[in-house]
């Protein structure tokens, strides 16, 4: 089996990373894997080890210990490869969110995949959290599309996440597109990063 090729995909809350998201597995073809999303689909299972632990985590808007983390989306690979022999590229959503990610990352996934590149998608403080609360008002179903759950996340992507992505930055491995436009003019810039890579 092939390994599989991977999109880090980053942004602070409510710049769009879902929306931006389905539109490349429209395109591109790519899986797309939210971190979060597989964390909440784990707690809604009854027979769930880690389902309360990772509830807690989300509610107060701290990061899950990476073993969980890494061992869903190693498994949701692993699942979408076997079910479909053409499927080798994905799309991680929402992932690595702070050191201990990156670290626990390379340990457990370093050999098991080929990482192509990180997304960032870049929108200021005020868009993220009017997207955020509108999100909230509009039935989200989320617990943490409200002002104070989405202040304590803004800080953790500014604390946390921001270093990663200077760190890929480093490395040459980070793609930005701005992400203040409407979801169209978004694409359009991330069109011109995904088309760049396939000329590769």
Known sequence: MALPKVVFVLGGPGAGKGTQCQLIVKKYGYVHLSAGDLLRDECKKPDSNDGALINKHIREGT????????RLLENAMRENMAANSSVDSFLIDGFPRNKNNLDGWNEQMGGKCKLLFTLFFDCSEDTCIQRCL??????????DDNLESLKKRIKTFTDSTKPIIDYYAQL????TVSACGNPDQVFEEVQKVFDAVLKQ
């Open 172 to 175: 040459g491995l980070v793609r």
């Open 134 to 143: 509108s999100r909230g008002e509009a039935g989200s179903g989320r617990t």
């Open 63 to 70: 990061i899950v210990p990476v073993e969980i983390t890494c």
